[in-house]
Structure formats: structure tokens, C-alpha cells
């Protein structure tokens, strides 16, 4: 499906070839863990909307220190910023094909995602998983995340509740959302992504 970047800064416009899945799924649902299992297996560039914005602040980049602030208080990052970075490594990237973690998370990530894109996703991957079940992988997570504290975690799933589920409720009605039953064994829950993902062919 093509879609059309306009470069802001530049006054340019890219055309993309992109297919999308989007995955915003609750915190420690298991998206980044399923994600690098499914690039083993099929031809997806996997981009973390998380991620992304982590090794912002790392590169010292101007909007580090809010998007630091806005991390740790569990909240939404402005979909401009986050955006911004997904667009250029898509472009970076080179492939047509991405899965795209942990976005949209709220209603702003979605709309502006859309309309700068006008790229429509191929579906989205709803990971459901109860609070307790992701509160507790979070707390054993161990990756010295600033957000992984409990009273961060509980903030996030408010976030979540509030501001992704109507996202996913959103596109459920387009009759775009897969919903896998997450709070299983990992390579259980890899079985039904599995399914999912099997129109796409296996990695060449
Ligand atoms: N199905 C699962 N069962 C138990 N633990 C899991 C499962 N999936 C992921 N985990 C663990 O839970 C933690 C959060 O997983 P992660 O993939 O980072 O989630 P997310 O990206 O949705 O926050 C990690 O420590 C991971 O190893
Ligand atoms: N689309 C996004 C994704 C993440 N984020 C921020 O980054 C944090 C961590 O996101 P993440 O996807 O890496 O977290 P997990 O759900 O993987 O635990 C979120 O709690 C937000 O503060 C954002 O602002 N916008
Ligand atoms: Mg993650």
C-alpha cells in the first residue's frame, strides 16, 4: 500500500511502499518478546515506538529531556515526536513490510499517523493480557527500565485503559483487530501469532 510522507523541515515528499501491522498491546503484554519472533520467521522489520524514543534520549537529541519526563510519569509522548522517528526508519529501513510495536497508543498517535500517511494497516495485534499477569512480568523484567517500578507500571496500565484500548476498540470495529490471548507460555501465544502471520509467507 503506498503512502505519502511530507517532509515538514524539508518541504519534501517521499512516497512509501509499506505494509503495516500495528501492535499496541498493554505494557508487558509480550509485544517486544513476540515481535523478535516473529522477524525470525517472517519478512517484518520490526519497529518499537518505545525503543525509538529510548535511544532518543540516549543520543542527546533536543527533545530528550521531555521525552525522558514523559517516560517516566508512564505518559504518551507527542505523536509529532514518536512519528517522526518511525518515519525515519522506515525510510531507513528499506523494507515494505513493518510491525510496529507498543503504537498507536492513544487517539492523537493514530490520527496523525493516518493522515500523514494515508497508509491504512494491514491489521492490528492486540495482545490481551490481564493487569496482574503484566505487572508481574514487568516487576521481573530486569532491563533497568525507569518505568518498570510499580508506580510507574500502575500509571501506564491507566494509560492503557484510558487512552489504547479505545484505539483497539476503534479499529475492531473497521474489523481489523487479531486478538491472541497473551497471558499463556510464550510459545504458546507464538502458536496463534503464528496463524496469524502464515498468509505472509515464511522469511526468504
Ligand atoms: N508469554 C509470556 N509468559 C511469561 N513471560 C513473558 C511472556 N512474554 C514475555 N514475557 C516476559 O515478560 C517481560 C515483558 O515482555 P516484553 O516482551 O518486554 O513485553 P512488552 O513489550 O509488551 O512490554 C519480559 O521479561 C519477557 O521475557
Ligand atoms: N507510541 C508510544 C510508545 C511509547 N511511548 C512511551 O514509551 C513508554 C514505553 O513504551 P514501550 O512500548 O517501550 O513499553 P512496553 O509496553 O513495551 O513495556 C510508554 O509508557 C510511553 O511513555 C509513547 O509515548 N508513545
Ligand atoms: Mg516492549
Known amino acids: ?17 509499506a505494509r503495516l501491522a500495528l501492535q499496541p498491546g498493554g505494557p508487558g503484554s509480550g509485544k517486544g518478546t513476540q515481535c523478535a519472533k516473529i522477524v525470525e520467521n517472517y519478512g517484518f522489520t ?30 504518551i509522548v507527542p505523536a509529532e515526536v514518536t512519528i517522526d522517528l518511525l518515519k525515519k526508519a522506515m525510510i531507513e529501513c528499506g523494507n515494505d513490510r513493518f510491525l510496529i510495536d507498543g503504537f498507536p497508543r ?8 493516518e493522515n500523514g500517511t494515508k497508509i491504512e494497516p494491514e491489521f492490528i495485534l492486540f495482545f490481551d493480557c490481564p493487569e496482574e499477569e503484566m505487572e508481574h512480568r514487568l516487576l521481573s523484567r ?34 481489523r483487530v487479531r486478538r491472541v490471548n497473551a497471558a499463556k507460555p510464550i ?6 501469532v503464528k496463524a496469524i502471520f502464515a498468509p505472509f509467507h515464511t522469511k526468504v
Request: charged content about 35%; overall charge negative.
Open 1 to 17: 500500500m503506498s503512502g505519502l510522507w511530507r517532509n515538514v523541515r524539508r518541504g519534501e515528499e517521499q512516497n512509501l511502499e
Open 46 to 75: 520490526h519497529l518499537s515506538a518505545g525503543d525509538l524514543l529510548r535511544a532518543e534520549i540516549k543520543s542527546g537529541s533536543e527533545n530528550g529531556t521531555m521525552i525522558s519526563n514523559m517516560i517516566k510519569e508512564g505518559k
Open 106 to 113: 492513544n487517539e492523537e498517535n493514530r490520527a496523525a499517523f
Open 142 to 175: 530486569n532491563q533497568g527500565r525507569v518505568d518498570d517500578n510499580i508506580e510507574t507500571i500502575r500509571k501506564r496500565f491507566r494509560v492503557f485503559v484510558e487512552s489504547s484500548l479505545p484505539v483497539i476498540e476503534h479499529y475492531n470495529l473497521k474489523g
Open 187 to 192: 510459545e504458546e501465544v507464538f502458536e496463534d
